[in-house]
């Protein structure tokens, strides 16, 4: 394997994976919706309701989901605008090109793997 990659490949995989992303967003809105609506139902309170708790649960899982969904979404959308600029695969910390490995993982990846290691509270 040479370290190149071929930006219409990286483009139709980061497209893939947004329609991936895009659907699973909505199958989890609709779900939410469905739980907030199941939870107003329930007009007694959740502690002494233990469907009403389990949808609590459930609600809080959703959301927490969604967020993440959401923040690569965004990842995507830059990494889609990153290969259309020219500037797709160069680490934004060191600026040295990513492994082609790394992008074939990652798609969306923003830094190089030393960069990702040293710094490990950045998502990519
Ligand atoms: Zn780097």
Redesign the pocket.
């Known amino acids: 394997m040479s370290d190149d990659f071929d930006v219409n490949t990286v483009r139709e995989a980061l497209r893939v994976e947004r329609e991936e992303t895009v659907a699973l967003i909505e199958q989890m809105a609709s779900r939410l919706d469905a739980v907030i609506e199941a939870t107003a139902d329930s007009s007694s309170d959740d502690e002494h309701d233990p469907e009403g708790s389990t949808l609590a649960v459930e609600r809080g899982h959703l959301v927490a989901q969604l967020e993440r969904s959401r923040v690569r979404l965004d990842e995507l959308d830059a990494a889609l605008i990153r290969a259309e600029s020219g500037d797709y695969g160069i680490?934004e910390?060191?600026g040295?090109q990513i492994s082609a490995a790394r992008l074939e993982a990652l798609p969306a990846a923003r830094?190089?793997i030393?960069?990702a290691t040293r710094y490990p509270t950045r998502r990519w």
Request: net charge negative; proline share 0%.
């Open positions: 680490c910390i060191c040295e830094l190089c030393t960069c």
